[in-house]
């Protein structure tokens, strides 16, 4: 593929969406037909995200599918994978042809696989993250420096101020919770924000001028 | 609508004009060779030669994620900061031997990434070591894939684990089950509810603008580090308007805070 099509046409693409979405927000007011026009633009881009999805089902199929096929490092696990993929495709297809509906909305099939399965699944690894918290809590407020000791510090104070037998201990501890919360924790989260903004905008400049381009194609 | 911009967009068009001036002519400055500015070390990015090294001598390999970005969401700027470092780590793993492993999150960053990996390998000489099936889609979902990471580590046995992007709710499951890997972890990330996370769990943690700093910094590039600067002159900006905001409000004149308010 020549360096046009795959270095300076993505990039003047870039270029030209980044300055027009700049003029729809500021410019053009909500509801004219142009901002209309600039949401239908990207819109564009749930058929790139439509045509990546078969593009992840493929990579996904086929590293598995050499997997078992080699009988690779965990290929059972593999298998398995494959499986999943495609019963779920069945159940979907299944759901299409007696509801006559599009894929896009979920049949009463799918739900039934979501709600009963997944949604059980999922909440149980959600719960996992209770005990990392508390492993991790374990080893950050170890008394290790004195940024550890201010840590253990906050974070005792604020475990008193949040469980209600804190306040049945001491009325103050709710207020120095919540003081810690709206006034030094807000301060240092606002600076990052501004950080993050400035340094987000910068990026943005240096992709729009093709500055930095590293997540472009080969140069050749 | 004010001056022909959308309401309550007035102040906000004013200060990014300021920002983008500030940027542009810090690149100037530093592309036409007239401004040399140096950039800080940050230890979580000289951090990741020493990880790659690591995995080398152990024989095991890197595992690298991105967080759960793609490109039509609104942190979309994290994952191609994240995909920048991939490059650089990818590079390195060439160079080294070793085996880097990436996860994507959304299926709309694969093309990226193959493209930005062959890049690195082409770059270190060694396209021939480049193999497809090291990235590896699990799925997007948000504790499947974490889950499926978190399974990849612990059955590779990975020797370092690398997270550069937007992390939600799963920044600590990886971190911190990557941490009883025994592997050195880097992660970064500008979800600021997330940074306190990585900062506990992880060996080393970029924080904030580090992650969008990075491949300017990575790239050596005077050009891309100029525009560096130009965020420090954005910065004392903000400073210097917070500050002046605080003493006109004390002082009882609004005009400032009235402005921002347009």
């Known amino acids: ?220 | 609508m004010i001056y022909g911009i959308n309401d309550g967009l007035v102040a906000s068009f004013v200060l990014l004009i300021v920002v983008v001036a500030e940027g542009l002519i810090a690149l100037y400055l530093s592309r036409t060779g007239r401004a040399h500015p140096k950039i800080r070390k940050i230890a979580g990015l000289e951090a990741i030669e020493e990880a790659v090294g690591r995995a080398t001598e152990m024989g095991r390999p890197i595992t690298y994620t991105t967080g759960l970005g793609g490109i039509r969401d609104q942190v979309y700027y994290q994952t191609i900061a994240g995909l920048n470092i991939l490059g650089y780590t990818a590079e390195l793993a060439a160079k080294y031997n070793a085996r880097l492993i990436y996860f994507p999150y959304d299926p709309t960053i694969i093309p990226m990434a193959v493209d930005v990996m062959e890049q690195a390998y082409i770059r270190a000489g060694k396209s021939e070591a480049f193999n497809r099936d090291n990235i590896q889609y699990l799925g997007g979902d948000q504790f499947p894939w974490a889950f499926g990471v978190l399974g990849a580590m612990h059955r590779e046995q990975s020797a370092a684990n690398i997270h550069m992007g937007p992390f939600w709710a799963e920044s600590l499951i990886l971190s911190e089950s990557g941490f009883y890997t025994g592997a050195i972890q880097i992660a970064g990330t500008a979800n600021y509810h997330q940074i306190a996370f990585f900062v506990v769990a992880a060996d080393y943690a970029l924080i904030g603008e580090e992650l969008m700093a990075a491949g300017a910094y990575l790239s050596k590039d005077p050009t891309s580090i100029g525009s560096l600067w130009g965020s420090d002159w954005a910065k004392i900006t903000s400073i210097a308007l917070t500050i002046l905001a605080v003493l006109l409000t004390a002082a009882g004149v609004t005009a400032l805070l009235d402005f921002f308010a347009l």
């Not at chain 1, 439509?50 to 590293?63: D, E, F, K, N, P």
């Not at chain 1, 407020?141 to 550890?148: D, I």
């Not at chain 1, 990026?203 to 930095?212: F, K, P, W, Y």
């Open chain 1, 1 to 220: 593929m020549s360096l046009v099509v795959k270095r300076y046409i993505p990039l003047a693409i870039t270029f030209v969406m980044g300055i027009i979405m700049v003029i729809a927000t500021y410019f053009l007011e909500i509801g004219s037909p142009a901002r209309d026009a600039t949401t239908l633009l990207t819109g564009t881009v749930d058929v790139i995200v439509a045509t990546a999805g078969v593009i992840g089902l493929i990579v996904l199929l086929r590293h598995h599918g050499v997997n078992v096929s080699r009988r690779g490092k965990y290929w059972k696990y593999s298998t398995i994978t494959i499986i999943g993929v495609i019963t779920y495709l069945i159940v979907a297809v299944y759901g299409v042809a007696i509801q006559g509906r599009y894929l896009m909305v979920a049949s009463e099939p799918v739900s039934w696989v979501y709600n009963q399965l997944y949604a059980h699944m999922d909440a149980t690894i959600f719960s996992l993250l209770a005990f990392f918290i508390a492993s991790a809590a374990y080893r950050a407020f170890r008394l290790r420096s004195l940024e550890a000791s201010v840590l253990l510090l906050v974070g005792a104070l604020m475990l008193l101020g949040r469980a209600p037998i804190g306040g049945v201990m001491w009325e103050g501890f709710p207020n120095i919770a919540t003081w810690l919360l709206n006034v030094p924790n807000s301060a240092g989260m606002r600076a990052i924000t501004i950080g993050i903004a400035i340094g987000a905008i910068l990026l943005a400049i240096r992709q729009l001028m093709g500055v930095e381009r590293g997540y472009l194609g080969p140069e050749r």
